[in-house]
């Protein structure tokens, strides 16, 4: 028998194990649908946004700490809010760079085993117990990903959404990977040992933008953003 579950992840994902939470199936997709409902009703009124994700473990004083920053107050200034994971790092520097130019800056957590605090820089501010239910909200409410260096957790938030393009879940929806220096090794083994191979499609790479500039950025997210709008529901 495996010890009380520490988070309702925790509790959800290890049924081979009989987690001993005393809860049963019809208890967890109830937490499940009011989770997805309350992040529903949240961020139904946010307006247009971008969902930034980047490592939890950078400090103040890394220069990409600043880039993150700056890169959001240009997405800022172009009119959109900016959702993050809500932690520190590189989401706590986005949070900043959106509230420096008065844009909304929303910071999606999750619970997690060890102990962790949304950053100070939100005026939107939930937590989830599941991440798939946070990866959710990430998608639906925003216009494009951009893309800050991280590890394991950015990784997946950035896979998850080339999966949706790539599958035609998503049109028209950005994935801005920000820092050659970063990226561009990544970038290089898709194109040589995915693509080339043909594990992906001719051109899927392609659906990756790297770039280091602020206003390229945000110019490139707003043209992707008239154009889903022109395009019409999803
Ligand atoms: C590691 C520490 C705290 C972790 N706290 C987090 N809070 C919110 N969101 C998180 C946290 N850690 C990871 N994430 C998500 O994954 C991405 C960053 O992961 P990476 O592995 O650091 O690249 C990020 O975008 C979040 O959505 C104590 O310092």
């Not at 967890?28 to 309350?38: K, L, Q």
């Not at 600043?66 to 959702?83: D, H, S």
């Not at 499609?201 to 043209?223: C, F, H, K, N």
């Amino acid at each position: 028998m495996t010890p009380n579950p520490r988070t309702a992840d925790e509790d959800l994902l290890h049924c081979l194990h009989a987690v001993g939470s005393g809860d049963g199936d019809g208890e967890r997709v109830d937490r499940i649908r009011h989770e997805v409902a309350t992040g529903f009703a949240t961020l139904a009124s946010i307006g247009k946004a971008v969902s930034v994700f980047g490592s939890a473990r950078v400090a103040h004083d890394d220069p990409r700490y600043e880039l993150a920053r700056r890169v959001t107050a240009e997405l800022g200034r172009a009119g959109f809010a900016v959702i993050t994971g809500g932690g520190p790092g590189l989401m706590e520097a986005a949070n900043r760079g959106a509230r420096d130019v008065g844009a909304t800056s929303v910071g999606l957590g999750v619970e997690l085993p060890h102990e962790q605090h949304l950053n100070n820089h939100l005026d939107v501010a939930l937590t989830f117990r599941y991440f798939f239910a946070r990866k959710l909200m990430f998608v639906r409410y925003a216009s494009a990903f951009v893309v800050m260096p991280g590890g394991f957790g950015t990784l997946d938030e950035l896979f998850e959404a080339l999966t949706l393009v790539q599958t035609g879940k998503i049109h028209e929806f950005p994935v801005v990977l920000v820092g050659h220096h970063h990226w561009g090794g990544l970038v290089n083994w898709l194109g040589e040992a995915l693509e080339a191979n043909g594990f992906t499609g001719p051109g899927d790479t392609d659906l990756l933008v790297v770039s280091d500039e602020p206003e390229e950025i945000a110019a490139l997210v707003q043209r992707c953003h008239l154009r889903q709008i022109a395009r019409g529901p999803r």
